[in-house]
């Protein structure tokens, strides 16, 4: 059973077409991954879905709901962690998730309940009453992780989970997204790391300038390429200077930057 279905979105910013004319379906309990460079269209498409940017053209139905139409029915669905955190670092991490369970309209003993279980659940109990100003930046996406799971949706979507986060904590939310997967919500995420897409994902739809040029499994992925002579590997290079982009990106060998 489909929960998410995009049929033909586009969106269009003056004469940039952010996203073009892009179609897939995301099953019940699946992590569906949006693989791609930085400037592909990845965030656009989880703002129009999440309805925080209507399409210029296309339709989706999110949890059975039109995204256009049925917006704030849409919303009651689904949790949303942005590439940016969104906390208040003059709150403890409790008083953060008590805010904005308080904000989805969430019963007191309701938002307690969920809170304790939910800060067990990301390891971080013993923080639950230090202002979130002295957390590190893993110790927050935790928390921020945490706030998108107070009104249990059926689906949550993660814009670039691991940005910025050391090793460790690169694991450790991982694990965390395969945890709650198990629990039964679907997930979409995006990344620009091949090997997170590879390890978290069910499915994996690759974008380029706004469509997608790829839609299979991990393995399908990684068969058609080596059936083609071609090898794919991860390079990691810390704080590339444009120029080293570029002339990496005009190898005839690079598909993907």
Avoid at 18 to 32: L, N, P, Q, T, W
Avoid at 48 to 64: D, I, N, Q
Avoid at 69 to 75: I, L, Q
């Amino acid at each position: 059973m489909s929960t998410i279905e995009v049929d033909k979105l586009t969106r269009k910013f003056k004469d940039l077409v952010a996203v073009d004319h892009i179609s897939f379906k995301v099953e019940k309990g699946e992590i569906f991954g949006l693989l791609g460079p930085n400037g592909a269209g990845k965030s656009t498409i989880i703002r129009m879905l999440c309805t925080l940017l209507r399409p210029t053209s296309g339709e989706a139905k999110v949890a059975g709901f039109e995204i256009v139409k049925e917006a704030g029915k849409v919303r009651e669905h689904i949790g949303l962690v942005a590439e940016k955190i969104i906390l208040y670092d003059r709150l403890t991490a409790r008083e953060n998730l008590k805010f904005f369970g308080r904000l989805n309209h969430i019963p007191e003993k309701t938002i307690s309940e969920r809170t304790k279980k939910l800060l067990k659940l990301v390891k971080m109990e013993k923080w639950a009453n230090n202002l979130a100003g002295t957390f590190s930046t893993g110790m927050k996406q935790r928390i921020n992780l945490t706030r998108a799971l107070l009104n249990m949706p059926e689906i949550l979507f993660l814009d670039e989970p691991t940005l910025g986060l050391d090793p460790q904590t690169t694991r450790a939310i991982r694990d965390f997204i395969k945890e709650i997967n198990k629990e039964g919500i679907t997930i979409i995420l995006t990344t620009h790391i091949m090997q997170e897409a590879d390890i978290l994902c069910d499915i994996i739809g690759i974008i380029d300038q706004g469509k997608i040029v790829a839609l299979d499994t991990p393995q399908n992925l990684k068969s058609a390429i080596s059936e083609q002579g071609k090898t794919a590997f991860d390079l990691n290079i810390s704080n590339p200077s444009a120029q080293v982009v570029s002339q990496i990106e005009q190898l005839e060998t690079v598909s993907l930057v």
